[in-house]
């Protein structure tokens, strides 16, 4: 079954497209399912003092919501749209998260970990802070996020669960390259412990890293761990919806995934891969 569960769109400020385009080319590609899952908006740091167009200011998300409501009414019987949220977790800010987000009628929260502190790793603009810092210490903080953020429950996909290494910035040391990995498959047994599911995003393979979010290994523990998978390719384009897809979907296949979580209303259900 064809799905994409990671989508952005223009009012993020750096994507380009309505929802509308998204859903329209979803359906041109022949998606079961499609999830609009556009950033949450910045609640830790001042946005009018931050970075730009990081993503679509608070007073925006009751109309990013009851637009993406309108659209699934409107192509029922076309495609599945589930209404969803990138949603940043962001450590000792969980009860404000939790506090935004609650009035809304989610089908699915996708909890990445972008932040540490005021300092977003996945930002090409911010790679500067990678200066001056011991990689290990980077890496550390941001597996204890990701396994934070499994274990406040208020997810249920973790997104791009090793997505610190998109830019190749890492120990340099085999050692060092050792405890980055052991760090990541604590992370995930964090996650299965949760209960969560995980995606596999694409977007990766574009990136400086070259290879999708997670990396194998972490794929393979996955499957021995029971943790549910979904997919995204993160298109912040319409023209990109899908984009690394059917490669990761032969991914999973080859490791021995059979099925894929999808959600409406929270409630996961399985579909076949
Ligand atoms: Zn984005
Ligand atoms: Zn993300």
Redesign the pocket.
């Known amino acids: 079954m064809l799905i994409d569960y990671?989508t952005h769109h223009e009012r993020c400020g750096h994507a380009s497209g309505k929802l509308e385009d998204y859903v329209r080319r979803a359906i041109g590609l022949g998606y079961s399912q499609l999830g609009l899952s556009d950033?949450l908006p910045l609640l830790h740091v001042d946005p009018d003092r931050y970075y730009p167009e990081m993503a679509m200011p608070l007073s925006e998300l009751p109309r990013y919501v009851e637009e993406c409501l309108e659209l699934r009414e409107k192509y029922r019987g076309s495609i599945e749209i589930r209404v969803g949220l990138?949603a940043?977790y962001i450590e000792g800010y969980e009860e404000e998260i939790a506090r935004v987000l609650e009035p809304y009628p989610w089908d699915y929260l996708?909890g990445?970990v972008?932040f540490l502190g005021e300092w977003d790793i996945?930002d090409f603009r911010q790679t500067a802070g990678w200066e001056g810092r011991d990689p290990l210490e980077v890496y550390r903080a941001y597996y204890r996020a990701v396994k934070r953020s499994a274990a406040t429950g208020m997810y249920d996909i973790i997104?791009?669960m090793d997505?610190v290494k998109r830019f190749g910035f890492g120990p340099d040391t085999e050692e060092g390259r050792a405890e980055a990995r052991e760090l990541a498959l604590d992370a995930l047994r964090g996650i299965a412990a949760s209960g969560a599911a995980m995606e596999l995003?694409a977007s990766g393979l574009t990136k400086p890293c070259k290879e999708m979010f997670p990396a194998p290994y972490l794929l393979r523990e996955a499957r021995a761990l029971g943790i549910p998978l979904t997919l995204g390719s993160?298109a912040h384009d319409p023209a990109k919806l899908g984009e690394g897809l059917d490669a990761a979907r032969a991914q999973l296949r080859e490791i021995g995934f059979t099925e894929l979580a999808v959600f409406e209303g929270r409630r996961r259900s399985a579909v076949p891969l």
Do not use: K, M, P
Request: aromatic share 0%.
């Open positions: 990671h950033h990138e940043d996708i990445s972008h996945t997104g791009h997505v995003n993160d």
